[in-house]
């Protein structure tokens, strides 16, 4: 079965930096992609950033280009989300998704559709304090 796990959350000051940590395993197919979605108390669910396992793709909310990256490590299959220049905004549970669509036979793109995510691990909590 494929699991995730997030990690990596904790309290940092605005304007810090967090490196949150995605270990993903069995998966028993080649291509699929990993979604980071972050969840605020009273908010929807929204998607942060992804990325494509084979080709590297990567994704971003309006919200977090050029303060968020993305990044992948096939040898150790962890999806790494770089936080930096946090904002108290970005308080949120963290959640990292798999979205195996090659083989649901569709293109990947709506990477922010969380329906369209197959499996979801626990969210790891960050909090951005002002």
């Known amino acids: 079965d494929v699991q995730l796990q997030a990690s990596g959350g904790g309290l940092v000051q605005a304007g810090g930096s967090l490196r949150l940590s995605c270990a993903a395993s069995g998966f028993t197919f080649d291509d699929y992609a990993i979604g980071w979605f972050r969840q605020a108390p009273g908010k929807e669910r929204e998607g942060v950033s992804s990325i494509t396992r084979n080709d590297g793709r990567t994704y971003y909310a309006n919200s977090v280009k050029g303060r968020f990256t993305i990044s992948i490590d096939h040898a150790k299959n962890m999806v790494y989300l770089q936080m930096d220049s946090l904002k108290p905004e970005d308080t949120a549970v963290y959640y990292c998704?798999?979205?195996?669509?090659?083989?649901?036979?569709?293109?990947?793109?709506?990477?922010?559709?969380?329906?369209?995510?197959?499996?979801w691990g626990k969210g790891t909590q960050v909090t951005v304090s002002s």
């Open positions: 998704a798999a979205d195996a669509y090659p083989l649901k036979g569709l293109g990947y793109s709506t990477p922010f559709r969380a329906d369209d995510y197959d499996w």
